[in-house]
T-cell receptor, first 112, second 115 residues
Framework: AQSVSQHNHHVILSEAASLELGCNYSYGGTVNLFWYVQYPGQHLQLLLKYFSGDPLVKGIKGFEAEFIKSKFSFNLRKPSVQWSDTAEYFCAVTYNNNDMRFGAGTRLTVKP | DAGVIQSPRHEVTEMGQEVTLRCKPISGHDYLFWYRQTMMRGLELLIYFNNNVPIDDSGMPEDRFSAKMPNASFSTLKIQPSEPRDSAVYFC?????????????FGPGTRLTVL
């Protein structure tokens, strides 16, 4: 079955530290890749997405992600996190333009 | 556009009662999704519709759950009878058919508490 794996359940960082959250997906044809963020008490919002072209995608708030097809990965990165980045981050994949499958989420806590 | 609209935002009910959650997708979107989010199970896809037709309801946990989409601008998720383990945040999302517009837009969610 097609699935999305996020390796880290909870990440704790200090402000200004660099961030990398892992995401791997199972093979299943044409994929579109997404990262969503959910701030405490809020709904999911899109951070960035990949459809085609440059595998390095830049999103909002200084986030970026790199699609590595050979590794079936789409890791999220940010060079310097802020306290306001404290949230839950979800990797998501659509296979062949069908329903979107989400990873389990990674909770990020940034200590001021 | 106002985005995906859900109502109510909060619902507290007693076990055995019927609960109806409502969703208005973004105008022009072809797909509508219902998700449930809990601490234990994360974000689960319950059911999704394409052009008002249910495509995959394999995520619906039990027969107590049912969903309808009578037209392109309205969908309901009903739980009858409700149980305490149904307590969760229920999100509705919508998107266009495909291509550059494959992004899903989420509503604010309905926080359901079943006592």
């Amino acid at each position: 079955a097609q699935s999305v794996s996020q390796h880290n359940h909870h990440v704790i960082l200090s402000e200004a530290a660099s961030l990398e959250l892992g995401c791997n997906y199972s093979y299943g044809g044409t994929v579109n890749l997404f990262w969503y963020v959910q701030y405490p008490g809020q709904h999911l919002q899109l951070l960035l997405k990949y459809f085609s072209g440059d595998p390095l995608v830049k999103g909002i708030k200084g986030f970026e992600a790199e699609f590595i097809k050979s590794k079936f990965s789409f890791n999220l990165r940010k060079p310097s996190v802020q306290w306001s980045d404290t949230a839950e981050y979800f990797c998501a994949v659509t296979y062949n333009n069908n329903d979107m499958r989400f990873g389990a989420g990674t909770r990020l806590t940034v200590k001021p | 556009d106002a985005g995906v609209i859900q109502s109510p935002r909060h619902e507290v009910t007693e076990m055995g009662q019927e609960v109806t959650l409502r969703c208005k997708p973004i105008s022009g979107h072809d797909y509508l999704f219902w998700y449930r989010q809990t601490m234990m199970r994360g974000l689960e896809l319950l059911i999704y519709f394409n052009n008002n037709v249910p495509i995959d309801d394999s995520g619906m946990p039990e027969d107590r759950f049912s969903a309808k989409m009578p037209n392109a601008s309205f969908s309901t998720l009903k739980i009858q009878p409700s149980e305490p383990r149904d307590s969760a945040v229920y999100f509705c999302a919508s998107r266009r058919l495909a291509g550059e517009y494959n992004e899903q837009f989420f509503g604010p969610g309905t926080r359901l508490t079943v006592l």
